[in-house]
Nanobody, 110 residues
Framework: QVQLAESGGGLVQPGGSLRLSCSAS???????VMWFRQAPGKEREWVAL???????EYPNSVKGRFTISRDNAKNTVYLQMNSLKSEDTAVYYC?????WGQGTQVTVSS
């Protein structure tokens, strides 16, 4: 089974940017990959999808601010997050083929 590892989280001020990475131990070429997030006391929420054909989808809450992309040569999927808001604070996870990473914390605060 593929193993996933997220990185790139941290503390950022409102309006700032972060780029998260999701590195896969196996080949994820040709797989749908998604990012989710979970804030304390809330349910896990889907935030981005990149499909087999590299089309992308986002919920309204992040559309226009987040961008998902992939580098198949590196077996890595990225989540570029711009214009961050305090409500974006959460642990961010990537998932594909039934596997989940351990998550990376994103905190948006002044």
């Amino acid at each position: 089974q593929v193993q996933l590892a997220e990185s790139g989280g941290g503390l950022v001020q409102p309006g700032g940017s972060l780029r998260l990475s999701c590195s896969a131990s196996g080949n994820i070429l040709g797989q749908n990959v998604m990012w989710f997030r979970q804030a304390p006391g809330k349910e896990r929420e889907w935030v981005a999808l990149i499909s087999i054909g590299d089309s992308t989808e986002y919920p309204n809450s992040v559309k226009g601010r987040f961008t998902i992309s992939r580098d198949n040569a590196k077996n890595t999927v990225y989540l570029q997050m711009n214009s961050l808001k305090s409500e974006d604070t959460a642990v961010y996870y990537c998932t594909t083929k039934g596997a989940w990473g351990q998550g990376t914390q994103v905190t948006v605060s002044s």
